[in-house]
């Protein structure tokens, strides 16, 4: 399992589906990552729910630290 640190008090989590893709958890909400960064030491993570509901809150991750959280849900967790 990955450990990614976060400043706020908040839960930061990774977790795998079976074939072994990740998403990360943070606030209740499910991020993922995207593909052409995702074996990167730099990651752009994508709520998991931006084609459903068009949202556009974004994650940054850099040598496994969160550092940029961007845009607004626009959906219940």
């Known amino acids: ?3 990614y640190s976060y ?3 908040a839960t930061l989590q990774v977790i795998y ?3 072994g893709y990740p998403k990360l958890a943070l606030d209740g909400y ?3 990552p995207h593909n052409a960064y995702r074996n ?3 990651v752009l993570w994508y709520c998991a729910a931006r084609n459903k509901f068009q949202c556009t809150a974004t994650l940054r991750t850099l040598h496994r630290e969160v550092v940029a959280v ?3 849900h626009n959906h219940a967790r």
Do not use: C, I, V
Request: proline share 6%; charged share 15%.
């Open 17 to 19: 589906n079976q074939k």
């Open 70 to 72: 961007t845009g607004a």
């Open 7 to 9: 400043t706020h008090l």
């Open 40 to 42: 990167q030491p730099k």
């Open 1 to 3: 399992m990955f450990m």
């Open 30 to 32: 499910y991020y993922r």
